[in-house]
């Protein structure tokens, strides 16, 4: 991210995105210059920092948001993850889980884990959205890994929004998901466009929440 730090603020500010989910961010822990530099720019970083080459997870947040980073006590060893709360004026909450799914890890371990943490996750207070990135292309129905993930969101009836390739190379590996229930915040405006800051496109969409100080409206966020 550091490499990209001037892309991704532009980012930000073309588009207006109120949140932004990053993965692969290569952040160090105890990097303090980046996070000043973002702040002083109107935005918080929460972030995860690399367990292995090339990982780390993270969600960019306009300051004037109200997020509640979320440190996780989970053992998965075949996913990363990061979550967060932002809470709308309204008091709505709607929790955000950044995970990322390294090429490396197992497959099968990986939905294992990943069975036991949207199981754990479906009872909690407030709105549960996935922003992922799991290496496993989710139009290849052929494929037998392809086939189990997609059962383990209908058995949990979780929805998968992402109908298009979200990477130069084709694939779709940039998912948002949510729960199937009428309660939830409805997604809309899902678009997928080319991106500055790596070779996975740019993922946005819209939420309806209430943003601090302001009348309900809808927030913009990008994965």
Known sequence: MNNKLLETIETCFELDLDVLALTETWLEDGDVVTPTILKELGYTLYSAPRRGRGEGVAILAKSTMKVLCTKLTDSSKSFECLEATVEGSNLQ???????????????????????????????????????????????????????????????????????????????????????????????????????????????????????????????????
């Not at 290849?140 to 929004?161: G, K, P, V």
């Not at 991106?195 to 969409?205: M, Y």
């Open 93 to 223: 909450k709607i929790r955000l889980s950044v995970i990322y799914r390294p090429p490396s890890s197992s497959r099968s371990a990986f939905i294992a884990e990943m069975g036991d943490y949207l199981a754990s996750r479906s009872a909690k207070y407030g709105h549960l959205l996935l922003l992922e990135d799991f290496n496993i292309c989710t139009e290849h129905e052929e494929d037998i890994s392809t086939q189990i993930f997609q059962e383990l969101l209908s058995d949990e009836r979780w929805i998968q929004h992402v109908e298009e390739p979200t990477h130069l190379g084709g694939g779709t590996l940039d998912l948002v998901i949510s729960r199937d229930n009428e309660a939830a915040p409805p997604i809309s405006d899902i678009e997928i466009s080319e991106s500055t800051i790596s070779d996975h496109s740019l993922v946005t969409f819209q939420l309806r929440v209430g943003k601090p100080n302001s009348p309900e409206k809808k927030c913009s966020l990008g994965t």
